[in-house]
């Protein structure tokens, strides 16, 4: 069984940082890209940062250059470093990642998701 547990959300003002944080545990063969959405209250779940296991990074326009995405490969982890936070950035944050597991000869494929994360920017 594959999880992915996020920590680091929380209440902070507006101009603040928060790291969030996203393990991966389980029964993994491998990981690909991992990555961060977000979905604020009323509105659809939207892409935030994506990373590839080679480090090759992608970000949502309205983040870029405040957000940094990470990964540590050892550690089966990822994380968001948030800078420059914005009311607009309120949201529940969700770690993805596409995990391939293994059953006998068999490799399964699939996205997994954590359980999100709140995050709070006050003006």
């Known amino acids: 069984q594959v999880q992915l547990v996020e920590s680091g959300g929380g209440l902070v003002q507006a101009g603040g940082s928060l790291r969030l944080s996203c393990a991966a545990s389980?029964?993994?063969?491998?990981?690909?890209?991992m990555g961060w959405y977000r979905q604020a209250p009323g509105k659809q779940r939207e892409l935030v940062a994506t990373?590839?296991?080679?480090?090759?990074?992608n970000y949502a326009d309205s983040v870029k250059g405040r957000f940094t995405i990470s990964r540590d490969n050892a550690k089966i982890t990822v994380y968001l470093q948030m800078n420059s936070l914005k009311p607009e950035d309120t949201a529940v944050y969700y770690c993805?990642?596409?995990?391939?597991?293994?059953?006998?000869?068999?490799?399964?494929?699939?996205?997994?998701w954590g359980q999100g994360t709140q995050v709070t920017v006050s003006s």
């Open positions: 990373i590839t296991r080679g480090g090759s990074t």
């Open positions: 993805n990642a596409r995990i391939t597991t293994a059953q006998g000869m068999a490799y399964y494929v699939r996205d997994y």
């Open positions: 389980g029964s993994i063969f491998s990981i690909n890209d």
